[in-house]
């Protein structure tokens, strides 16, 4: 079975910032736009530049999605590799990769997502050579971006696909506006370490949690299955990975009427993690020669 993403259940009134709880898929809530067609969130899923994100499977069983970001190893959520360090396999291209080796961040705190770090590595049994590895951001700049998510979840239109959504296992991407790096939201606060945006409804700013009340074309709101997935940004024409997907809040008194169209959404920030990730694949060193060799081609066209 579809180990299913951890939902954060905002408590009202108990001072508790996240609760998370496990809910079966076919409860999962839609993701999409119901006045847009789901083929254009696969078409963007497929677009090249978010081939490294891929879907991990325990077995035969859809579990989650993965980063590819050195040839050799993956990032995805840390609930996502809990209880199955063997038997994980990550479909990158046309191709599946045995999981060898999981890392998880020495600070993830299982069912404390919101105050915990919930990203873990994994190790592939070769290197990957068909898929080039994410571009990871380094800067911290990510509020006010508009970025994208990308992902194998479940999905469905956001207001008529709450207790019936397609199953996991198909790319989608979709984008949304990151409207804060933590801070307070609804009066409630929330770790500097998760990005946050909010799922919009068009024509409806009543529902607007935080930032902006217009929804984007192809906005957008990860479910189960997408934990792990990434958050991609784009500066000077470079997409560059910003985020690992954690979970969401929604609204259980009105999740029938409207839907997921009001919830919050959470992607682990990993601008404050790069130098664990590089520690941990070995990385530091390639990455500082390729931050070298762009300066030098930079000054050699001057």
């Known amino acids: 079975m579809l180990k299913p993403l951890l939902l954060l259940l905002t408590l009202i009134g108990s001072g508790i910032p996240f609760l998370p709880t496990e809910t079966p898929a076919h409860q999962a809530r839609g993701a999409t736009r119901h006045d847009v067609a789901d083929a254009r969130y696969v078409a963007l899923g497929l677009a090249p530049q978010f081939a490294s994100v891929g879907l991990l499977r325990l077995g035969?069983?859809?579990?989650?999605?993965?980063?590819?970001?050195?040839?050799?190893?993956?990032?995805?959520?840390?609930?996502?590799?809990?209880?199955?360090?063997?038997?994980?396999?990550?479909?990158?291209?046309?191709?599946?990769?045995?999981?060898?080796?999981?890392?998880?961040?020495?600070?993830?705190?299982?069912?404390?997502?919101?105050?915990?770090?919930?990203?873990?590595?994994?190790?592939?049994a070769e290197p990957v050579v068909e898929v080039l590895p994410a571009v990871r951001y380094r800067g911290y700049a990510e509020r006010g971006a508009v970025a994208t998510a990308v992902g194998f979840g479940?999905?469905?239109?956001?207001?008529?696909?709450?207790?019936?959504?397609?199953?996991?296992?198909?790319?989608?991407?979709?984008?949304?506006?990151?409207?804060?790096?933590?801070?307070?939201?609804?009066?409630?606060?929330?770790?500097?370490?998760?990005?946050?945006?909010?799922?919009?409804?068009?024509g409806d700013?009543?529902?607007?949690?935080?930032?902006?009340?217009?929804?984007?074309?192809?906005?957008?709101?990860?479910?189960?299955?997408?934990?792990?997935?990434?958050?991609?940004?784009?500066?000077?024409?470079?997409?560059?990975?910003?985020?690992?997907?954690?979970?969401?809040?929604?609204?259980?008194?009105?999740?029938?009427?409207?839907?997921?169209y009001g919830s919050l959404m959470y992607w682990t920030r990993l601008s404050l993690y790069n130098e664990w990730v590089d520690e941990v694949t070995g990385s530091a060193a390639l990455f500082r020669a390729s931050e070298l060799w762009a300066l030098e081609a930079a000054a050699a066209m001057r």
Do not use: C
């Not at 199953?167 to 990151?178: E, L, W, Y």
């Not at 009543?206 to 929804?215: D, F, I, K, V």
């Not at 709101?221 to 929604?250: C, H, K, R």
């Open 154 to 202: 479940v999905a469905g239109a956001g207001i008529n696909a709450v207790m019936s959504p397609a199953p996991s296992g198909t790319k989608r991407a979709g984008t949304n506006v990151i409207d804060a790096t933590g801070g307070r939201i609804d009066g409630r606060r929330i770790p500097d370490n998760l990005l946050v945006a909010d799922f919009d409804r068009p």
């Open 205 to 260: 700013p009543s529902l607007n949690r935080t930032g902006r009340a217009t929804p984007l074309e192809l906005e957008y709101m990860p479910l189960g299955g997408d934990s792990g997935g990434g958050l991609f940004i784009e500066q000077n024409g470079s997409w560059m990975l910003a985020g690992v997907f954690s979970g969401y809040t929604f609204s259980v008194g009105t999740a029938l009427e409207i839907g997921m």
């Open 60 to 124: 035969d069983e859809p579990r989650a999605s993965a980063i590819l970001v050195t040839p050799q190893w993956v990032l995805t959520a840390g609930h996502a590799a809990e209880d199955a360090e063997r038997g994980l396999i990550i479909e990158l291209g046309v191709r599946a990769y045995e999981v060898v080796e999981v890392v998880v961040h020495q600070d993830y705190r299982p069912r404390q997502i919101g105050n915990g770090t919930d990203l873990a590595l994994m190790k592939l």
